[in-house]
Structure formats: structure tokens, C-alpha cells
DNA sequence: GCGCCGATTGGCT
DNA sequence: GCCAATCGGCGCC
């Protein structure tokens, strides 16, 4: 079955059971979410069909003292709302025009600060993220969910998800098991604030959208 | 109102 | 490695 999990990723599933990642999680500093979302499992049951993947690799953004934060400043628009709302919410933004990025709400209500899902490794619904990615059946399934477009496309995450609590709704986060060492980089494609450290890595994993 | 730019990706030189 | 695609937000006229 081409849908088998890889390797030891197996924890969603014995995990299966378990419920979603509760608000208290995401009730804290992004930088701290961020590390501790390494190894989460996101499941998604959208369209009917169900994939999931195990998050290695997030990136914090800050609120107010973040300039690469599109809740810098706590400036409010149409597009960052959800930033503002309850911590668990999903926030999903389109990006140049065209791809979607998928980040989860922290600390209390009105912070706006929020973790940037960037990489997962599939686990599950492999050939259904293919069709969604207009990937062949072929190699490389590296390049299905490397990257915040890449990933949102694979599980079919859209701005239908945004500003919805993620316990409640179609795409959930699931507490994965313990990962290897975790890595904090700089963030990737920003250039305000470009020097924090504050994209986190599983050390090591293929299925980064870069090393 | 106008123009520029972005938390990206994929295709081509 | 370079660049187009594509569009809402934001700065500035």
C-alpha cells in the first residue's frame, strides 16, 4: 500500500485516540510552541479523504515586537483577524497570490502572535496529497509537504479553516511522539528581523523545506 | 487611487 | 541561479 507510513512515524496512529492539542498548549510564547509542535501530528479530513503528516519544522512569530509579524504593531486588517483571536485558532493567510500558509494562534486573545507550520513528513493519504500537489505517483514524495504552501496544498488547507479553533475543526494537531535533537534557525524568505532564531527544526529530518 | 511587495513555488537559463 | 505567477495590504501621492 502506498499509503504506508514511513518508518517510526507511526505515533499518530497509536495516538489515534488520543484528542487534539488542547487552547493551554498554544496559551504560551510562539518560540516555545514552535519547538514543542515538533513531532505534532496534523490530521486532515477534508474533501472526504483523510491525510496527515508529522510537523518537523515551524517558525515563531511574535506580536508586537516582531517586524516580520504580521501582528506587528497589533495592526488589525481583513487578513490577520484571526492572529488576534483565541490560542488554538487557526490562522490561514494566501501568499503571493497564490499559495496558502497555515499558522496556529498563541498566547491569550488580542497578542496575535502565531506558529508557521513549514514541513511535514507525510504519514498518511500519500497518494491523495500527489493528486493535490499535481505530482506524478513517481519519486519524490520529499517535495509533498516541504514548505507552507507545499504543505496547505497537500492537506487541503484553504481560508475556510481561518479563524476556526483547531480542536473543532476539520484539520487537527494531535500530541506526536518525542522527536531527536531540535535545531533553531533564522527564518526563511523574510527580511525584516532576519537574524532571530526562530525557525525550529527536527536536526536531520529529510522532509525540511530546506536544511 | 496607484504602485510596490511579500512568512512561495515551479519552471527555465 | 533567476524569474514569473498573482493579488491583498499598505505606504504614499
Avoid at 9 to 17: E, F, H, I, K, V
Amino acid at each position: 500500500m502506498t499509503d504506508a507510513p514511513h518508518g517510526a512515524a507511526r505515533a499518530g496512529r497509536r495516538g489515534a485516540a488520543t484528542s487534539p492539542l488542547p487552547a493551554a498548549f498554544f496559551d504560551r510564547p510562539p518560540q516555545v510552541v514552535a519547538r514543542e509542535l515538533l513531532g505534532a501530528v496534523v490530521v486532515s479530513e477534508l474533501d472526504g479523504v483523510r491525510t496527515a503528516g508529522r510537523v518537523v519544522e515551524t517558525e515563531a512569530y511574535l506580536a508586537l515586537e516582531d517586524p516580520a509579524s504580521h501582528g506587528h504593531g497589533a495592526r488589525r486588517s481583513a487578513r490577520n483577524a484571526a492572529m488576534f483571536g483565541a490560542p488554538g485558532d487557526w490562522y490561514v493567510y494566501r501568499i503571493y497570490g497564490m499559495h496558502w500558509c497555515a499558522n496556529l494562534v498563541c498566547e491569550p486573545e488580542e497578542t496575535a502572535s502565531a506558529v508557521l507550520l513549514r514541513a511535514l513528513e507525510p504519514l498518511e493519504g500519500l497518494d491523495t496529497m500527489r493528486a493535490r500537489r499535481g505530482l506524478a505517483t513517481g519519486r519524490d514524495d520529499r517535495l509533498l509537504c516541504a514548505g507552507p504552501g507545499r504543505l496547505c496544498a497537500a492537506l487541503g488547507i484553504t481560508r475556510a479553516l481561518d479563524a476556526q479553533p483547531m480542536a473543532a475543526s476539520a484539520v487537527r494537531v494531535l500530541a506526536g511522539a518525542p522527536v531527536g535533537p531540535v535545531r533553531a534557525t533564522t527564518r526563511v524568505g523574510i527580511t525584516k528581523a532576519a537574524d532571530l532564531p526562530l525557525r525550529f527544526v527536527v536536526d536531520g529530518s529529510r522532509w525540511l523545506s530546506r536544511g
